[in-house]
T-cell receptor, first 110, second 117 residues
Framework: AQSVTQLGSHVSVSEGALVLLRCNYSSSVPPYLFWYVQYPNQGLQLLLKYTTGATLVKGINGFEAEFKKSETSFHLTKPSAHMSDAAEYFCAVSDQKLVFGTGTRLLVSP | EAGVAQSPRYKIIEKRQSVAFWCNPISGHATLYWYQQILGQGPKLLIQFQNNGVVDDSQLPKDRFSAERLKGVDSTLKIQPAKLEDSAVYLC???????????????FGPGTRLTVT
């Protein structure tokens, strides 16, 4: 069965600092990988996805993620955090249905 | 384009009572999903519809949960009777279709927060 592991339930950064949210996956077939963001009292919004092709994927709001097969990782990064990035971030893997990680709450301080 | 609509947004009930949630997907989206998101966890798929047929309900507790999607549009999820552990956010999502490549994009509604006391 496919699964994802998100390291760190909470990540704190200062505004302007690098954001790094970690995700490792387990899949018996080439995976499709996703990052979703959830703002308080809202549903999930797709940030970016990896299917095939280029391993560096760019998403909305300045986020990007790199698929590394050798490390079974799909970490999410943003060069400079903004206060509005504070939210819950979920990594997910899919073959025919989405399997989500437990999420990482990003806290951004002024 | 209107997003996925859900109602109610919040619901508080006592254990053993029944409750129903409603979802209106994005127009034209053939596939509809119900997820359960317990506090501190990621969403877990409960049931997936393709038009008005069930594709996957393997994680739906069928002794107390039921769902239907009449006419392949709106959907309702019911819990009867509710237990304390059913306290969660129930998310509805829709997508255009489930492609064999698995690259469908799901659009999520705001969710219904259920508290069972």
């Amino acid at each position: 069965a496919q699964s994802v592991t998100q390291l760190g339930s909470h990540v704190s950064v200062s505004e302007g600092a690098l954001v790094l949210l970690r995700c490792n996956y387990s899949s018996s077939v080439p995976p499709y990988l996703f990052w979703y963001v959830q703002y308080p009292n809202q549903g999930l919004q797709l940030l970016l996805k990896y299917t095939t092709g280029a391993t560096l994927v760019k998403g909305i709001n300045g986020f990007e993620a790199e698929f590394k097969k050798s490390e079974t990782s799909f970490h999410l990064t943003k060069p400079s955090a903004h206060m509005s990035d504070a939210a819950e971030y979920f990594c997910a893997v899919s073959d025919q249905k989405l399997v989500f990680g437990t999420g990482t709450r990003l806290l951004v301080s002024p | 384009e209107a997003g996925v609509a859900q109602s109610p947004r919040y619901k508080i009930i006592e254990k053993r009572q029944s409750v129903a949630f409603w979802c209106n997907p994005i127009s034209g989206h053939a596939t509809l999903y119900w997820y359960q998101q317990i506090l501190g966890q990621g969403p877990k798929l409960l049931i997936q519809f393709q038009n008005n047929g069930v594709v996957d309900d393997s994680q739906l507790p069928k002794d107390r949960f039921s769902a239907e999607r009449l006419k392949g549009v709106d959907s309702t999820l019911k819990i009867q009777p509710a237990k304390l552990e059913d306290s969660a956010v129930y998310l509805c999502a829709s997508s255009l279709e489930v492609l064999t490549s698995g690259t469908y994009e799901q659009y999520f509604g705001p969710g219904t927060r259920l508290t069972v006391t």
